[in-house]
């Protein structure tokens, strides 16, 4: 397996239009000739599908949910990132590079971050044109908020629902082109295998989830744009769909799988209320904004919050980061909160929170403000908790959230399998260790919209393709060894259900591969997921039959896989014997208890190449050059 | 907490279906709706038994995926939420609690409690969009756009595609779905071109797919999980007279 | 016409077209009522009123056609009506094939439920009401040409009053529904104005039943005779 990033020469800024001209088109008339399969129907999958149908090519697209507009990014409830520089406050387009890149803590590729930042502005202007209802003021141009911590106002929004409208808006694109006949869609179909022809990705396996029947689909290029695998960890802020089947298969098929270990934990989320929880809500971060963070000085403190005077409560990050405080970034919070948990501090009836307190905040602005600025969320958190959070502080713990692994990909978002592309959350592309707030809408919107559809036609005009139908041998083959699987998982007939292995190994890999690591205990979950593993194989048990909508069968096949890919990301999470970004290594810190990143030796992308389920991955390093900007430590202070 | 849920069980579209009894046990009141079923289908597994199959996805409300109609109410008995965003201290001890799958032609039962609402996805086709070629857009700034009807078109655009608006109107239509995309973009300036060509292709394929008409009972904005407003079937109602008496 | 015709084709059209239909019906009800009203002013005013029916429009046109236009009109309307109502209720039903273990009803009220049997009982009376007063072939006693007596001996019966003025409840709950409805349907609410509307299509439903039921009941209690 070679890497070979194939970034462009010349001065950073020259890159992506210097490229745009090199590479090669496909000829209008010859685009109807090819067939590209997308898999995933969110705002890289949807944005690139339609893209790709209006283009000419020939597209199919697939989806497990019931509908395409099902899919998580619907979730996002911040906003998206652009250098617009509306707000006039200093934005530019090299300054979002280097917020990105600085904040993925410099392990991502500065080529790919600066196009991303480069594209950001046509998102807007793409998305406004298709009815996207932004925010706006009063004068009718779009409004702006700062997020995450930037220090500039580049964040768009619709209200808490950004994610929603986006996906909506390329839903409808996506929408119009099946109406158009450019794409045909697979609804609540799941893809469970890649087919290679002579070294090249040319089709998928897919099961059709209502009647359960297996079928081959084949074509000129494969897109895969199936989101990230936050779901290893049983609880996160996922959908309970999400999974890594796609990028696992076709990792095992000969896609090298870049820095799995680097997953975010998001810090404002509502804490687990007991062992059924299903999953975790996510309370927006802009919640940060007004809320104070804070927990009792005192160790095990049994008093309600309204009865712990002000001398004896903790602002703790008020405290340690004096000029950023409760505002300081995702993994640092996020790392600060566990730590007070962590020494029998915790809040709530399970001591397994911190408070978010907006007692200050409705004093000083007066509860209309506030129920104006965060009411739907207060409603929403009332909801789930029955605790009203304009009467007590809110409880809030850090969960899973994004994952900025994924497929390794090249400048032109190709893997290390020919003719596979990887879009969106999958590949691992821009965010580096850590992900900035209203960043992830912004990379799916640009590999789908504006990058994929250009280097897709590059890899077709070049590539000598040759025919291939749902005959060949190599359907046939993948399709039985599906079969084989199903079969496998069905017959197993033992005790323990899917969920209650997937709890196991959640909480394994949240104790152990989450917030932080160590080496001890990551070698010993190295050890014990084999043996997870081999209970799944020998004690699940799926009802019901295959050929049929089975939901179980459906959940067993993506817990087998995570299965097999918590290995990868505890290896990769060991080889990394650094702290970077959201990636924790208890090893090294600084006194003061901050990440201490290691640029001498793992200023790399970790890409790794599978060697079977029971040997060990072989690393292949793609070293970071960085030309534009100087390597800092990061600070907070 | 211990229930008795008398669920909606049918092998398949073709198959008839009735209801089942089952009891739910340990069940907490900060447990949602769902995690509720959760338990009830871990217990049905290690029997050996089929569980419950009804659809989920994001459980916060916004994906639109889970809806099944509970007692009575799509959605359950509490307004402005979807059916994953229901706890169980809503119900009290040893309540008897009936669960059914949205009914209507138009969605057939897939399984249990788990219908095909592609005929929204199909109403979308026929004219709930915008058509702009990507690239081709002009700067974000260039048309403002009064901040009443941005949010106006927000108001619209909140609409999950969950189909609870159907299931609750007497006459299992999808005007509420159609008007809030009729509204949505009937509101931004971008939307004009196509204004009165989306309106009669939306209402034509709402009618081919065999949704019910709409008789302005209500019962859909109660239902629905976003609270849209059916001032937006007002809306779509003046947009469809106009499209057939102007010229356009 | 064929606009009319492709408007008809749909659902919303067809509701359009009842909604159109249901308002121009309603306005010949107001008419109606303020007509019977006449009856109070005794046996001449009313037969002049009577007459003026059959002689408006003259001399443009002759004796009772103006009339017959308007039946005609009327009819027309009736039928556009319940053919639409039909129609549409048989698309309801088909579209929901199996019905709920437990029914669901949200927000509907008593008016909006029971326009459907309303209407059928509606049509029914109508039918009924011209053969009674109109052409007298269900009176007891009808004089052509004696309004006035043909109503005082009309309501003479009991059961004839009591079940006028039960369908005038009839009535008034499907135009208290259907006023607000129509208006709805053509797109002529807002949510600004969703409040007033009832409101005023409440007190007009009340105000024509008690305007309606006047006649029997003061015929019933002696002071028409």
Same mark, same amino acid.
């Given at each position: ?32 000739? @090819? ?19 209006? &283009? ?12 395409? /507009? ?96 986006? &996906? ?15 794409? !045909? ?16 990705? /040319?089709?998928?396996?897919? /099961? ?146 911190? =408070? ?93 919209? *504006? ?23 190599? #359907? ?46 990551? /070698? ?24 049929? &909508? ?56 970790? $890409? %790794?190449?599978?060697?079977?389920? %029971? ?23 | ?17 009735? =209801? ?16 509720? &079923? ?45 059916? #994953? ?43 709930? =969009? ?25 108001? $619209? ?7 609870? #608006? ?10 509420? @779905? ?71 | ?38 009856? *109070? ?75 459907? %049997? ?14 009674? *007063? ?45 006023? %607000?409805? !129509? ?21 007009? $439903? ?7 039921? !006047? ?11």
């Amino acid at each position: 397996m070679q890497l070979n990033a194939r970034v462009p020469s010349g001065p950073l800024e020259k890159k992506w239009d210097k490229h745009r001209f090199e590479m090669k088109l496909v000829n209008p008339a010859n685009k109807r000739k @090819f067939d590209i399969i997308v898999v995933g129907s969110g705002l890289a999958g949807a944005s690139a599908s339609a893209t790709l149908g209006e &283009l000419g090519y020939n597209v199919e697209c697939f989806c497990f949910q019931d509908s395409a /507009r099902r899919a998580h990014s619907i979730a996002a409830q911040g906003g998206i990132n652009a250098s617009k520089n509306y707000q006039n406050d200093g934005d530019s387009t090299f300054r979002l590079f280097y917020d990105t890149i600085k904040g993925g803590d410099f392990r991502s590729r500065e080529a790919n971050v600066y196009r991303l930042a480069e594209i950001s502005s046509n998102i807007i202007d793409q998305c406004v044109a298709q009815g996207v209802p932004f925010a706006r003021e009063y004068g009718g141009l779009l409004a702006n908020r700062s997020f995450g911590g930037a220090q500039v106002s580049r964040t768009f929004y619709a209200r808490g629902q950004t994610g929603q409208q986006l &996906l909506l808006g390329a839903y409808q694109a996506l929408q119009r082109q099946i109406a158009a006949g450019k794409v !045909a869609m697979y609804p609540f179909t799941e893809m469970l295998d890649m087919i290679v022809v002579d070294g090249r990705a /040319r089709g998928i396996v897919v /099961r059709n989830l209502a009647t359960g029947e297996l079928r081959s689909h084949v074509g000129d290029a494969v897109v895969l744009a199936t989101g990230g695998y936050s779901n290893i960890f049983y609880l996160s802020t996922n959908a309970k769909g999400c999974n890594v089947t796609a990028t696992w298969r076709a990792h095992k098929r000969g896609a090298a799988f870049a820095n799995p270990c680097f997953t975010q934990i998001h810090p404002t989320c509502i804490p687990q209320s007991g062992e059924y929880q299903s999953k975790l809500t996510l309370m927006s971060e802009s919640l940060r904004n007004d809320g104070r963070i804070w927990v009792p000085k005192q160790v095990g403190d049994p008093r309600k919050a309204r009865d712990i005077p002000e001398a004896e409560r903790d602002y703790y990050l008020e405290r340690l980061y004096p000029s950023f405080g409760n505002l300081t970034p995702r993994d640092v919070a996020s790392r600060r909160a566990k730590e007070a948990v962590d020494e029998g501090r915790g809040v709530g009836e399970a001591e397994n929170g911190v =408070f978010l307190d907006f007692r200050d905040a409705v004093t000083r602005l007066g509860r209309e403000v506030v129920a104006e600025r965060y009411g739907n969320l207060f409603d929403m958190y009332r909801q789930i908790t029955g605790e009203s959070p304009y009467e007590v502080p809110m409880r809030i713990y850090p969960a899973p959230h994004y994952t900025m692994g994924g497929l390794w990909v090249d400048y032109n978002l190709m893997s290390t399998l020919p003719g596979l592309f990887v879009v969106g959350e999958a590949n691992f592309s821009d965010h580096g260790a850590n992900r900035l707030g209203a960043s992830a809408l912004m990379q799916g919107l640009a590999d789908g919209y *504006f990058v994929l559809p250009y280097t897709i036609g590059d890899y077709l005009a070049g590539a000598d393709l040759s025919a291939v139908d749902v005959s060949h041998a190599e #359907c046939r083959k993948v399709e039985e060894e599906s079969e084989q699987r199903l079969k496998r998982l069905l017959g197993v007939n033992g005790s323990r259900t899917v969920d209650s292995l997937h709890r196991e190994l959640g909480s394994m890999m949240w104790d152990n591969c989450g917030m932080s690591r160590n080496e001890t205990s990551l /070698r010993e979950t190295l050890s014990r997921i084999p043996e997870l593993r081999d209970e799944f194989w020998k004690d699940m048990r799926v009802t019901g039959r295959g050929r049929d &909508l089975n939901q179980t069968l459906e959940k067993a096949g993506r817990v087998a896989d995570f299965l097999e890919f918590a290995e990868l990301m505890c290896i990769d999470a060991l080889q990394r014997d650094e702290s970077c970004g959201a990636h924790f290594r208890e090893e090294h810190q600084t006194d003061e208890g901050e990440a201490r990143r290691n640029d001498e030796q793992y200023a790399y992308v970790a $890409a %790794w190449e599978f060697t079977g389920v %029971w040997s060990e991955p072989k690393l292949h390093k793609e070293n970071l050059v960085f030309e534009n900007v100087e390597l800092a430590q990061r600070s907070y202070k | 907490m211990k229930l008795t849920l008398h669920v909606w069980r049918q092998q398949n579209a073709g198959a008839k279906g009735g =209801f089942e009894t089952y009891e739910a046990r340990d069940i907490g009141p900060d447990m949602s709706f769902l995690e509720m &079923l959760d338990v009830v289908n871990e217990g049905l597994i290690k029997e050996g038994k089929e569980p419950i199959a009804f659809e989920h996805d994001c459980r916060e409300g916004i994906c639109g995926s889970c809806g099944m109609v509970i007692n009575g109410n799509p959605h359950g008995p509490k307004k402005a939420i979807s059916s #994953c965003q229901l706890h169980m201290r809503t119900f009290a001890d040893g309540d008897k609690i009936w669960i059914e799958p949205w009914r209507a032609k138009a969605f057939p039962v897939r399984k249990d409690l788990v219908v095909d609402r592609s005929a929204l996805d199909r109403i979308i086709q026929a004219g709930g =969009f915008i058509s702009v070629r990507t690239g081709s857009a002009p700067d974000a700034n260039a048309i403002p756009i009064p901040k009443e009807n941005a949010d106006s078109a927000f108001d $619209a655009a909140t609409c999950i595609g969950c189909g609870a #608006c159907v299931a609750a109107c007497p006459n299992a239509s999808a005007m509420l @779905f159609t008007a809030a995309k009729v509204a949505h973009l009937g509101a931004l300036p971008q939307g004009q071109p196509e204004r009165y060509e989306r309106v009669r292709n939306m209402v034509a394929q709402m009618d081919a797919e065999g949704f019910g008409y709409c008789t302005n009972h209500g019962a859909c904005q109660t239902a629905c999980p976003k609270e849209i407003s059916i001032d937006f079937i007002a809306q779509l109602n003046r947009d469809m007279m106009r499209a057939f008496f102007t010229s356009r | 016409m064929k606009r009319i015709l492709a408007l008809y084709r749909s659902s919303v059209g067809k509701k359009a077209l009842m909604a159109a239909t249901g308002l121009l019906l309603f306005g010949f009800i107001v008419s109606h009522m303020l007509g019977n009203l006449k009856v *109070f002013q005794g046996p001449e005013k009313f037969s002049a009123y009577a007459e003026f029916l059959r002689t408006v429009g003259y001399p443009l046109f002759a004796r009772g056609q103006l009339l017959w236009l308007a039946r005609i009109g009327l009819i027309v309307a009736v039928i556009v009506h319940v053919v639409a109502a039909v129609e549409l209720t048989m698309m309801a039903r088909d579209a929901r094939p199996t019905s709920y273990g437990r029914p669901v009803h949200l927000e509907d009220t008593y008016a909006s439920r029971t326009m459907r %049997w309303g209407g059928v009982i509606l049509a029914g009376f109508v039918i009924y009401h011209v053969l009674h *007063f109109t052409f007298g072939t269900v009176h007891p006693n009808f004089e052509p040409g004696d309004p006035y007596g043909n109503v005082i001996a009309g309501f003479q019966s009991v059961i004839v009053a009591i079940s006028y003025i039960v369908v005038m409840g009839v009535l008034g709950l499907h135009l208290y529904h259907g006023i %607000w409805s !129509a208006l709805q349907t053509l797109g002529i609410t807002s949510s600004e104005l969703d409040r007033p509307i009832r409101t005023a299509a409440g007190t007009i $439903a009340v105000v024509i039943f008690l305007g309606f039921i !006047a006649v029997p009941v003061a015929v019933w209690s002696g002071v028409l005779r």
